[in-house]
């Protein structure tokens, strides 16, 4: 890992000895969370300082040019989550009392987490009888330029809280089929994106299959934001792992039972899941937003594995 990625270390804190929770902030397509990933750290630090929280905003997929930052983001999902992963394993090495990690990933941003977290949390013994970790998947894969094997984080840092703010769970390609579909495929985000990656095993199913889903059930909450309303890049329904767009409202659209947040006020939380765990979704739904789509089937592989957990 000496050759690996380095955490920024302009962000140190104060006292790297009194950091027990690190909270990461993982920024978007294009985005290098210096922006609202600043307004969420002088938040999370400011309230959790007291119980040794801390609050870092990740850089590996960015660039002090926005072109490069576009150029990192446009890498693809699964290469910008390994380089995360290297990033915080550098990370959590100076911070020598941290027992717990929690993830606040911005629209892309939580599909980065979900790929680091693979990594840095493996999925207990008894889920991967039948299936490769994603340390092991990296010794395979020769053509990855950033392998990141032995990248798990001591067994002694657990998972804490995992949270998504806008972040496409289910992809973007029922978004784009009109006019620029033909732009995803170009770039290896948009491939992963939009299931062009893979026709049988795209990136999508497999972080919502072991052994991605176990890792990511290790977490102690997993809580999925979504807009107020179709924000006409990432729709309602892959925000909150649903086949059901209706109640994205559209703009123009008033809605005077669901009027827009104030700030300081608490957001309405989401549960996808019934309170004994069985999905609420119906395969083959001729009203889903993505019926017809080529990889429908597909999608609901990946809403039905990720609605096997408990989020809110």
């Not at 801390?54 to 040019?65: E, P, R």
Request: glycine fraction near 8%; hydrophobic fraction near 30%; include cysteine.
């Amino acid at each position: 890992m000496s050759n690996g990625v380095q955490h920024d270390n302009s962000q140190a804190p104060a006292d790297p000895s009194k950091v027990k929770h690190l909270f990461v902030f993982v920024h978007g397509f294009g985005s290098s969370g210096a922006s609202h990933g600043g307004n969420v750290k002088e938040r999370i630090d400011a309230l959790s300082v007291k119980q040794g929280g801390w609050m870092y905003i990740a850089k590996c997929n960015c660039s002090s040019w926005k072109i490069g930052t576009f150029y990192k983001t446009s890498m693809g999902v699964e290469y910008g989550g390994r380089l995360l992963a290297q990033e915080l394993q550098s990370l959590c090495r100076t911070l020598p009392r941290v027992d717990s990690v929690s993830f606040i990933g911005s629209s892309l941003g939580g599909l980065y987490s979900r790929v680091a977290a693979g990594v840095l949390f493996p999925p207990q013994e008894e889920d991967t009888k039948n299936s490769d970790s994603p340390q092991e998947e990296d010794t395979k894969n020769s053509d990855n330029p950033k392998k990141t094997s032995n990248t798990a984080l001591p067994a002694n840092v657990k998972p804490g809280f995992f949270i998504t703010l806008a972040t496409p769970h289910l992809g973007v390609r029922c978004l784009y089929r009109e006019w620029n579909s033909w732009l995803l495929g170009y770039i290896p985000t948009g491939s992963e994106l939009s299931y062009s990656d893979n026709n049988t095993d795209p990136l999508l199913l497999r972080l919502a299959q072991t052994p991605y889903l176990s890792s990511l059930s290790r977490f102690r909450k997993r809580i999925a934001y979504c807009p107020v309303w179709n924000d006409g890049i990432v729709a309602y329904a892959s925000t909150r792992i649903t086949h059901d767009n209706s109640k994205c409202r559209k703009e123009g659209e008033e809605d005077k039972d669901k009027p827009p947040l104030k700030f300081g006020q608490t957001p309405l939380i989401l549960n996808s899941t019934k309170t004994d765990g069985s999905t609420n979704e119906r395969k083959g739904d001729t009203k889903a937003y993505f019926a017809g789509d080529a990889k429908e089937a597909i999608m609901w592989k990946v809403i039905n594995g990720l609605q096997s957990l408990q989020w809110e």
